[in-house]
């Protein structure tokens, strides 16, 4: 009898240590679960999976310790990017993120996250971008685009009423702190091979203690914006993309002239 043996040069995938057995909690099509697979995979590259420590807020990424087999500290709504101060502060040699929603570090960690910024600390912030508060009900967030419809804003967002969208990760940018500010997307295996690259960019650069790098990822959020994945992904190519361009927006602590 002839075996099959899958031989290490054969190999095309193998999923990465550092993520966990447990099932995740992610609506399908959503963008956090590969962006999970990405940072860890990051991790696992580096061989810094004792090193890394990373902080999840409230909102969906609640739950981010089930995923990945490093140090997790949970951080109140908002206040990620000061729990990441002090434990960056305390142990240096680790390598420190937050990982946290638009609801999260644009609205309620606004002050949180803009002082962390300014002050140059040396951690990695992920930003994932879906114009709305994913978790807590649909609500509109400060990401939501104009017209944009959510549970809060029936009729579409309103700007005489409810104002412009944030551009949160452009305001992070101008700030002096800042060293490596990108926005990227996973919904195309090319993108994902870009997103996984500007994590690892924005890790290698916390070795060099340069100040903070911020990756923000433009995601869908189909069950909150009522569609299938296939039918948010392209809402997101066709709305989110024109407002959120995709792209590099600071290198080396230089903006970047587009």
């Given at each position: 009898m002839e075996l099959n043996i899958i031989r290490p040069e054969n190999l095309v995938y193998k999923k990465t240590n550092v993520m966990t057995d447990n099932v995740m909690h992610y609506c399908p099509g959503c963008g956090h679960g590969t962006t999970h697979r990405i940072i860890a995979e990051v991790i696992e590259e580096m061989g810094i999976q004792e090193k890394t420590i990373g902080i999840a807020p409230v909102g969906c990424s609640v739950l981010a310790y089930n995923y990945f087999d490093v140090d997790f500290q949970e951080a109140a709504h908002g206040r990620a990017p000061a729990l990441a101060t002090a434990v960056k502060r305390l142990l240096p040699d680790r390598f420190v993120f937050?990982?946290?929603?638009?609801?999260?570090?644009?609205?309620?960690?606004?002050?949180?996250?803009?002082?962390?910024?300014?002050?140059?600390?040396?951690?990695?912030?992920?930003?994932?971008?879906?114009?709305?508060?994913?978790?807590?009900?649909?609500?509109?967030?400060?990401?939501?685009?104009?017209?944009?419809?959510?549970?809060?804003?029936?009729?579409?967002?309103?700007?005489?009423?409810?104002?412009?969208?944030?551009?949160?990760?452009?305001?992070?940018?101008?700030?002096?702190?800042?060293?490596?500010?990108?926005?990227?997307?996973?919904?195309?295996?090319?993108?994902?091979?870009?997103?996984?690259?500007?994590?690892?960019?924005?890790?290698?650069?916390?070795?060099?203690?340069?100040?903070m790098t911020f990756v923000e990822v433009v995601s869908n959020c189909n069950s909150g914006w009522k569609m299938t994945p296939v039918q948010a992904n392209q809402w997101m190519v066709d709305n989110m993309f024109p407002h959120y361009p995709l792209g590099d927006i600071k290198i080396d602590g230089e903006l970047v002239k587009h």
């Open positions: 937050t990982y946290q929603g638009d609801g999260d570090l644009a609205a309620i960690g606004t002050a949180e996250t803009i002082h962390a910024a300014n002050r140059g600390e040396n951690i990695t912030i992920i930003f994932i971008n879906n114009g709305i508060y994913g978790m807590t009900g649909g609500q509109m967030a400060p990401t939501t685009l104009i017209g944009m419809k959510s549970s809060t804003s029936p009729y579409g967002r309103e700007q005489t009423m409810m104002g412009y969208p944030l551009k949160i990760t452009e305001l992070i940018a101008q700030l002096p702190g800042t060293y490596y500010v990108t926005r990227q997307a996973v919904h195309t295996p090319a993108n994902v091979r870009k997103t996984k690259k500007a994590i690892r960019k924005a890790f290698d650069l916390q070795e060099k203690k340069v100040g």
